[in-house]
């Protein structure tokens, strides 16, 4: 991994400059909204209130994307559960 490329101060402090996140809420998680984001980013946006700035840093066919693949899944779940399989 990344930890044996790098001594153990380097990765330290590597470490603490990105976040791994999700583009949406991470209650909505679908591998296809996670994202590496720098912390600074991260912290900033951490409450989802700044949707229009995350949209725009993320690209709007991104968000898009997670939007749709997370309505699809929802909708499989919801189909699921009324056919008794969940």
């Given at each position: 991994?990344l930890?044996?490329a790098?001594?153990a101060?380097?990765?330290?402090v590597?470490?603490r400059?990105?976040?791994?996140d999700?583009?949406?809420s991470?209650?909505?998680l ?15 946006w951490?409450?989802?209130r700044e949707?229009a700035e995350?949209k725009?840093?993320?690209g709007?066919?991104?968000?898009k ?8 899944a929802?909708v499989r779940l919801?189909?699921?559960?009324r056919m008794?399989?969940l």
């Open positions: 991994g930890e044996d790098l001594t101060r380097q990765y330290r590597i470490r400059l990105w976040k791994v999700t583009v949406l991470e209650y909505e679908v591998i296809e909204a996670v994202v590496l984001r720098p912390f600074e980013l991260y912290y900033r951490k409450g989802r949707k995350i725009r840093y993320t709007h066919a991104r968000f994307h997670v939007g749709s693949t997370v309505h699809a929802s919801r189909n699921m559960e008794g399989v």
